[in-house]
């Protein structure tokens, strides 16, 4: 399997936008997501992550669901959060969403591997 990191980066997110989606064939690791405010008021920001991976056999049976990593979280003007503070896996297709109530900048760190 290869492994290669990436950085992606998205300026001024104001609503619900698609920041990543894992591959065909690929399996990402979130490594880590920073949202910066770059208004000069407070602004909130959520992270959504959306895994439609379905159904599994034995222990894990059932299918993913989307989930929210951070749900209105307020951002100072000027300043930045740092949202993930272990590692998220996601599969094929699961996708990774930001939305923000100002101009939110977002900086996601991670690793394919494939």
Known sequence: ??????????AGVTSEDIIYTAGSGVTTIVLG?????????QIT?????N?????????NDEANQAVELI??????A?????????KVVLETTDELKVTG??????ILSIMEQT
């Open 78 to 86: 000027g300043s930045s959060l740092s949202v993930i503070d272990g």
């Open 45 to 49: 920001a959520t992270v959504t992550l």
């Open 1 to 10: 399997m290869a492994n290669t990191f990436k950085v992606i980066t998205k």
């Open 51 to 59: 895994s439609n991976t379905s159904n599994r056999a034995g222990g």
């Open 33 to 41: 997501c920073v949202l910066g405010n770059t208004t000069t008021s």
């Open 101 to 106: 109530s100002g101009a939110t900048d977002v």
């Open 71 to 76: 749900t209105s979280a307020a951002i100072p």
